[in-house]
């Protein structure tokens, strides 16, 4: 933990809804100052308003597109700053394109993939540095289940998030820094409606509350894991994907994983 001169600082983009909403809500009643990154710089002012009535903490509101390399680049710039260390990175931002890829709109596929992937990748080597020397350090990265078999763009980039946090773990083993890929099934926030999906009631089993979600992401850094699966359910399915071979088989699961909830494949991908 810092010294007693300063609270810890939490970064955590897309903040201004559902998982990301939950971890600032989450980090700021433990008593982290915020830096909140995402488009929508009136949710943003409001939702720093909120934290800072509720948790006496202090928020910074940093009004970004993280599909726009120099809006990247500026939020790298305020994690490298070594005179306001930032103590925990949490790299949320995303959305989902829905369609088809064959014939579909290859500009939203690019913004997708630099959300879901370049973002993470220049934030993460803007963070980490300031947080080896310092000898403390927190990174999440929120990729998803969906990362564990072939399902389309989304879940190609992230099965690459994971990849990526994997490594990254494992390169600052022994540093004091810990990142935890999250892996979440399927989550009540605005993600689905903001595709453009009906998912229906949302009420089975398979989907997932955004501050259970976090609270369970936590405990899971808090003792290092380095991959956070959320649910007994979705622990059996990752564990099963990762189990079969490269091909159809992990599709068709996924397929099925998803059927139950009500959703079609085309809406999930
Ligand atoms: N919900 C699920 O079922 C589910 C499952 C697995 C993984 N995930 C992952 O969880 C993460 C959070 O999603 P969510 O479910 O909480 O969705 P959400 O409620 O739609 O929230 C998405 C957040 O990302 C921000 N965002 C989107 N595009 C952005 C951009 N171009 N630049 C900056 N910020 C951007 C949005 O803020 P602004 O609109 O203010 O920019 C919003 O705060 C995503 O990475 C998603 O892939 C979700």
């Known amino acids: 933990m810092p010294g007693p001169d300063r609270r810890p600082t939490a970064l955590v983009t897309g903040p201004t809804s559902g998982i990301g909403e939950s971890f600032a809500r989450r980090l700021a009643a433990d008593g982290h100052d915020l830096v909140l990154v995402s488009r929508d710089a009136d949710r943003l002012a409001a939702l720093a308003a909120s934290l800072e009535a509720r948790h006496g903490v202090t928020c910074e509101v940093l009004p970004a597109d993280l599909s726009d390399r120099a809006d990247v680049h500026r939020v790298a710039e305020r994690l490298g700053d070594a005179g306001r260390p930032v103590d925990v990175l949490v790299n949320n931002a995303g959305f989902g394109v829905r369609g088809r890829f064959v014939g579909g709109d290859v500009d939203a596929e690019l913004r997708q993939l630099d959300v879901l992937a370049t973002a993470v990748l220049v ?56 990142v935890t890929a999250l892996c979440p099934g399927f989550v009540r926030t605005e993600f689905h409606e903001r595709a453009g999906m009906d998912v229906g009631s949302r009420s089975s089993g398979w989907w997932l509350d955004p501050d259970d979600l976090v609270e369970d992401c936590l405990a899971d850094v808090r003792r290092g894991r380095v991959l956070s699966v959320p649910s007994r359910r979705y622990k059996a399915l990752a564990g099963l994907l990762s189990a079969l071979p490269p091909g159809g088989y992990r599709a068709r699961v996924l397929t099925a994983s998803r059927r139950r909830t009500g959703t079609s494949r085309e809406e999930t991908r």
Do not use: D, I, Q
């Open 123 to 178: 934030l993460c080597h803007a963070a980490v540095p300031g947080m080896v020397e310092r000898r403390r350090g927190v990174v999440v990265n929120v990729s998803s289940v969906a990362g564990f078999g072939p399902m389309g763009t989304y879940s190609a980039a992230k099965a690459w998030c994971t990849s990526f946090t994997e490594h990254l773990a494992a390169s600052v083993r022994g540093t004091g820094v810990t």
